[in-house]
């Protein structure tokens, strides 16, 4: 079950954009194998603490660290490299090439043969490749995604390509995924398809998750805990139970119409 020491801890974080503070003390931890959620009203600040997360934004104060070691200053390629994926709501696949090579493009931080080392020592590159392959076909069994395989990746259903994208964060093999909107503009049946997934994932895979999503159904079913967002600050945190009951929480949602 999960560790005593935070997988992450964030503390502190303020980010502002000229006047606009996107996010204002914000902090938390994350325990080993939790999928916790990060929920809050349009312009909260959601985005905004995954690209502090994944380097793309640099905050003006606070720290992250990933398992003991600090995060915050590092460039979005340093920290992909210490684990950190992510998905994308608007799918980071390359639409012309195969599905399968969309995860193993995925797996190119992992490589250590290069183009030419790879003409030079062809028996080393070419047990690299097996080894690489076989990982990404079993993800692609994990998703159950062996149909599409060959597919062009804008060729997909859209149902398979968020699942393909999922596919794609995961063959970084990383310790940390954080899943942006993963069921964004899924019906009933893929959402509930998707959850399956994630929930598989969790079960088989040495990962954490963070999940932002606007689907309150997904995350109250999927998340361990939840952290909620207004304006930049948080307002609760806890298990999708206690968070629902919260008052605060609730004005946010409805405005105080409830
Ligand atoms: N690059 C940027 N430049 C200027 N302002 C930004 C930038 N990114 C975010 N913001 C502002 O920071 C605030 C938080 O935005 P953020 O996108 O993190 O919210 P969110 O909770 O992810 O919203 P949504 O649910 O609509 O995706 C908003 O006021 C937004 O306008």
Redesign the pocket.
């Known amino acids: 079950m999960e560790r005593l020491t935070p997988m992450l801890k964030v503390r502190d974080l303020v ?1 502002r ?2 006047g ?4 204002n003390g914000v902090s938390f931890d994350v325990g080993h194998g939790e999928l916790f959620a ?1 929920i ?12 502090c997360l994944n380097g793309v ?1 640099r905050p003006q104060e606070g720290t992250i660290e990933l398992a003991g070691a600090p995060l915050t200053g590092k460039s979005p390629a340093a920290i992909a490299s210490l684990g950190v994926a992510r998905t994308f ?1 608007n799918l980071g696949l390359f639409q012309h090439l195969s599905l399968i090579d969309n995860l193993m493009l995925g797996r190119h931080h992992l490589m250590s043969t290069g183009m030419l080392s790879g003409m030079l020592w062809w028996g080393r590159a070419k047990r690299e490749e097996i080894a690489h392959r076989s990982a990404v076909e079993s993800i692609i069994e994990l998703l159950e995604l062996e149909s599409y395989r060959r597919m062009p990746a804008g060729l997909l259903p859209y149902g398979v390509a968020k699942r393909a994208e999922l596919g794609r964060a995961l063959a970084m093999e990383p310790t940390l995924l954080l899943l942006d ?1 993963p069921v964004a503009g899924m019906n009933l049946e893929e959402t509930e398809d998707m959850a399956r997934y994630i929930t598989e994932v969790r079960r088989q895979l040495p990962v954490t998750m963070i999940l ?1 999503e ?1 689907d309150m159904g997904l995350v109250m079913d999927l998340a361990s805990r939840v952290l909620v ?1 207004d ?2 600050v948080v307002i609760a945190t806890g298990e999708p139970a206690e968070v629902q009951e919260n008052p605060q929480v609730i004005e946010a949602y409805l405005g105080g119409a409830a």
């Open positions: 980010l954009f000229g606009v503070t996107a996010l990060i809050g009203p349009n312009g909260a600040g959601k985005t905004s603490i995954f690209n934004y709501q909107e932002v606007h967002l304006f930049g």
